[in-house]
């Protein structure tokens, strides 16, 4: 059974930062390109952060500069860190695993809330 446990969601003051993580079980974790989406309430979900099973990273322009991803193969495990904070980037924040391309094998999390008050 694959599992997607994101942690370390929460209440940020505007300005501040918070590290979110993402274990996983049920996939060869090193195998998969692991990412972070969010949805913001009235909003559709939109891709955050991503890190290729070569470790290569990218982050969504709507963050760059306060985003940073990464992976630990040995736990599992991917993070994301993000940097002052601001109102707008309150929403659910979504753990994905994909494998391949072309026809891919997808998985999500159950999502962590990040509210950030101004």
């Known amino acids: 059974q694959v599992q997607l446990v994101e942690s370390g969601g929460g209440l940020v003051q505007a300005g501040g930062s918070l590290r979110l993580s993402c274990a996983a079980s049920?996939?060869?974790?090193?195998?998969?390109?692991m990412g972070w989406y969010r949805q913001a309430p009235g909003k559709q979900r939109e891709l955050v952060a991503t890190i290729t099973t070569g470790g290569s990273t990218n982050c969504a322009d709507s963050v760059k500069g306060r985003c940073t991803i990464s992976r630990d193969n040995a736990k599992n495990t991917v993070y994301l860190q993000m940097s002052s904070l601001k109102p707008e980037d309150t929403a659910i924040y979504y753990c994905n695993a994909k494998y391949g391309s072309g026809r891919t094998i997808e998985y999500w999390g159950q999502g962590t809330q990040v509210s950030v008050s101004s």
């Open positions: 049920g996939i060869i974790f090193r195998l998969y390109t």
